[in-house]
């Protein structure tokens, strides 16, 4: 692949989604808690550490030929609130979608302390986490009261 | 329809009222009124997990009042070692009952149950959690003693990492502005995030492991145990459990007033010759699990104590 192509990966996708305004060195949490990973067989560019007007410095992602579904703006919105989606059709932005972090994350990732009621996957109830404070990103689980790592919620992810 | 999970369900000012109701039914709970508030009201009892105090005070509660009282049973005869959920065992006694009171080794267990159900959750413990029903009593005690929840200086010594029991009440006493002195050894010291909670709640919180030196200037003195297992080596845990029993002796320059309390089972962290002694109030502390929970399922179920409780109950 030659690095003008490379580039023009990174600047134009045809189809798929640019989630921007990623918070500097958040990129990796980003695609891992999307599930995007090595086994991935779409193509996937980043840039990370770029300077931003408003954030000083911000991480990008393009993901071609795939648009984020509601179940995966609910997990962006975990690592990345304030992130800015758009999809893109023909080379042209079709539909900006909106991240929403409120009081309450439901059914996305499951508590992570290991003697939660919730671990007996079994148990019906939504799984329920509750954002006690956005910055800094303070989260709890709404049965245990546990707060939550964010290292360890990407591995719960639902 | 709401029930007691956590402390932090009730204001002051509804954790007050329920003692006073509590107060009222004294006579009611050591049998010597008959007054059947909760005649008609069935309690489902589900304890997941043993417990002796617990389990007998809340059905003594609703029987002295009158109510009835269902148990699950030995956990090892019930659906739930056939792998039944929470949620199901719960929609089950949901229908069966008007009430719970629920113990469950899951931490947010009850959280879970009072979700699931349309009926009002008591948290007896859930895991490491919370176990307010134990604080409700504690704070009577705590009252009953001193006439007053306010600006109480309150030792809480022994296992304080691990014991559920001290971690509601220390929240509790710190809602009204009660002075707290944690002494305990470094292994089995308050946990951080507890006690930083605490202070940014205005705590004015000591840290000791000097138990012996903090007893002289207190109001109430509350022992807990401490487990052997904790501990890396029996060498170890004799030397640290050992700073941490009361013997009568100790009590020489204490003030008259001040009660010692204990959740109870005890192993010899108070030595028996307390229990002689004026200051000695965990065995009342225990009956009074009785009274708390009394007023506290009236509370739940709507039902009002009456203000002439002498006037409306009849003798047995």
Request: hydrophobic share 30%; proline share 6%; with cysteine.
């Given at each position: 692949m030659s690095n003008e192509h490379s580039m023009r990966r990174v600047t134009a996708i045809r189809n798929g989604t640019v989630i921007d305004h990623?918070?500097?060195?958040q990129a990796l949490r980003v695609l891992e808690m999307l599930g995007i990973?090595?086994?991935?067989?779409v193509p996937v560019s980043l840039v990370m550490n770029v300077p931003s007007k408003k954030m000083g410095a911000k991480d990008i992602i393009k993901v071609e030929d795939r648009e984020l579904t509601q179940t995966e703006l609910d997990r962006l919105a975990l690592v990345a609130p304030d992130a800015h989606v758009a999809i893109i059709r023909a080379y042209s932005v079709a539909e900006k979608l909106t991240i929403n972090l409120g009081s309450e994350v439901s059914n996305v990732v499951r508590c992570t302390?290991?003697?939660?009621?919730?671990?007996?996957?079994?148990?019906?109830l939504p799984h329920r986490l509750k954002?006690?404070?956005?910055?800094?990103l303070h989260i709890r689980c709404h049965y245990c009261e546990r707060p939550q790592d964010l290292d360890e919620l990407i591995k719960n992810v639902l | 329809m709401a029930g007691l999970i956590?402390?932090?369900?009730?204001t002051n000012e509804q954790i007050i009222n329920i003692l006073d109701d509590a107060t009222r039914l004294l006579p009611v709970a050591k049998g010597e009124l008959y007054l059947p508030?909760?005649?008609g009201r069935i309690l489902g009892n589900l304890f997941f997990e043993p417990s002796t105090r617990t389990r007998m005070s809340f059905e003594t509660a609703m029987k002295r009042l009158g109510g009835e009282v269902v148990n699950l049973g030995d956990v090892k005869n019930s659906s739930v070692v056939k792998g039944e959920t929470l949620f199901d065992t719960i929609q089950m006694v949901d229908g069966y009952t008007d009430i719970i009171a629920m113990r469950h080794p899951r931490q947010g267990a009850a959280q879970y149950a009072q979700d699931s159900a349309r009926v009002p959750i008591m948290n007896g413990g859930d895991g490491a959690g919370h176990h307010p029903t134990q604080t409700m009593l504690d704070l009577f005690t705590i009252r009953q003693a001193h006439?007053?929840?306010?600006?109480l200086k309150v030792v809480l010594a022994g296992?304080?990492?691990?014991?559920r029991t001290v971690h509601s009440l220390s929240h509790a006493l710190t809602r009204f502005g009660c002075e707290l002195i944690f002494a305990s050894p470094k292994l089995l010291m308050m946990p951080e995030e507890i006690v930083s909670d605490l202070r940014e709640h205005g705590a004015n919180v000591t840290e000791t492991d000097d138990l012996l030196g903090s007893i002289?200037?207190?109001?109430v003195v509350y022992m807990t145990r401490i487990q052997k297992?904790?501990?890396?080596?029996d060498d170890e845990y004799a030397r640290c459990a050992g700073a941490y029993k009361l013997h009568?002796?100790?009590?020489?320059?204490?003030?008259?007033?001040m009660i010692i309390m204990h959740?109870?089972?005890?192993?010899?962290?108070?030595?028996?010759?307390?229990?002689?002694?004026?200051?000695?109030c965990y065995f009342n502390q225990a009956f009074n699990g009785v009274v708390a929970r009394m007023a506290l399922i009236c509370y739940l179920l709507g039902v009002t104590v009456p203000a002439d409780v002498e006037s409306e109950g009849g003798a047995f």
């Open positions: 990623i918070p500097s060195g990973g090595g086994k991935s067989s302390f290991s003697n939660c009621i919730t671990t007996n996957l079994r148990e019906p954002v006690v404070s956005r910055d800094p | 956590t402390m932090d369900d009730l508030l909760l005649q006439g007053t929840l306010e600006g296992d304080l990492r691990y014991g002289n200037d207190a109001d297992e904790r501990f890396a080596d009568a002796d100790h009590l020489g320059d204490v003030k008259s007033e959740p109870l089972p005890r192993v010899d962290e108070i030595h028996a010759s307390v229990d002689s002694t004026r200051h000695a």
